[in-house]
């Protein structure tokens, strides 16, 4: 039934600003969860190929990229709609409000969305305190981490160590976020120098806290498809030696090739959605043949079909996420991608 509502809903919802559509469709949906209403949706799709990756038991291959769910609020509700996986965050060790409004734009001829929202989120401490309260979700979750805007590069391992610390009892996996346009300088921290400075880091606090708890939970970073091919290959050597656990490929781009056309394209920000896709591909692929299959990759960028999810695998993913597809599309995809990938 959700599916065949869902291009009213969204009817309805792309009539208000995008921001306030975001918020009420997330105030909506943990609503449904409370009442009940949720929990009548088949949960089949959600467990219909397992599959293991990092070590970590995944109900499907679809999961949900970071940015939908900042707060990591809404994750019980977000699981009755298939994803095997949600990945909350960016969240940051202390709270911040983000970048000034507007910021998130949609470019519906393209089924795009540019986005400079900037880190909004309540801190570390409220986002573990939320996960915690999650009940009927059987995913995994990734807690998506970055630095606050007023944490100069030169201290944002600091920052990155602060979250890590917190998340580690909680998270699945922790995925560090290097790749946002979003926060000034911090795409210099994807240089090979600094990336490496920083994965030593968390890698030794990684094997520190393992110890503490009695598990190994993932590190991965997440990259920008905005690199070039020097980079990416700098790039997987540092990953290579330091064992960085997974990758995640690929954040939003920059380049507005793909929408110039549209009246918005212009807005500063990230661009996410289908003009990504071969861009993401592309960096992909070559992060793929670097890594040699040593490090799992989880491909996002672009995916609006079950053929475009397949795409990603084929071009060496093991795992994929969608957030601007969800949003155009409605959970039909999510559940499309987790029986058939």
Not at 169 to 188: C, E, H, I, K, M
Not at 236 to 245: N, T, Y
């Amino acid at each position: 039934m959700i599916d065949a509502l869902y291009p009213l809903l969204r009817s309805c919802l792309f009539q208000l600003d995008p921001e306030t559509a975001h918020h009420i469709s997330m105030s909506a949906l943990k609503a449904a969860e409370k009442s009940g209403v949720l929990a009548l949706l088949s949960a089949e799709d959600q467990f219909a190929k397992p599959i293991e990756v990092m070590g970590l038991k995944f109900p499907n291959r679809i999961g949900l990229a970071a940015g939908l769910d900042k707060d990591g609020d809404c994750i019980d509700a977000l699981g009755r709609l298939g994803f095997g996986c949600v990945e909350m965050g960016t969240i940051t060790p202390r709270p911040q409000p983000g970048n000034p409004k507007p910021r998130l734009f949609r470019l519906i001829p393209h089924e795009a969305i540019i986005n400079r929202m900037g880190f909004n989120n309540p801190g570390i401490d409220a986002g573990v305190a939320n996960v915690l309260q999650s009940k009927s979700f059987r995913g995994v979750i990734g807690f998506n981490i970055g630095k606050n805007k007023d944490t100069p590069n030169e201290h944002a391992a600091d920052d990155y160590l602060a979250c890590l610390r917190k998340a580690y009892p909680v998270a699945g996996y922790v995925a560090v976020n290097l790749s946002s346009p979003n926060t000034p300088g911090l795409r210099d921290l994807q240089s090979a120098e600094a990336s490496a400075r920083l994965l030593g880091q968390l890698k030794s606090e990684q094997q520190k806290l393992a110890i503490e708890h009695g598990k190994h939970v993932p590190l991965l970073f997440k990259v920008a498809p905005d690199l070039d091919e020097d980079h990416i290959r700098d790039l997987s050597k540092v990953f290579l030696d330091g064992g960085l656990d997974g990758l995640i490929a690929t954040n939003t781009t920059l380049d507005r090739t793909a929408v110039t056309s549209h009246p918005r394209a212009n807005e500063a920000g990230g661009l996410s959605g289908k003009p990504l896709l071969e861009k993401s591909n592309h960096v992909l692929r070559a992060f793929a043949s670097h890594l040699g299959g040593r490090i799992p990759i989880i491909g996002v960028g672009g995916i609006s079909s079950l053929e475009d999810a397949r795409e990603k695998m084929r071009a060496g993913a093991s795992l994929v996420q969608i957030y601007t597809s969800f949003i155009y599309q409605g959970p039909r995809l999510v559940r499309e991608i987790a029986r058939e990938s």
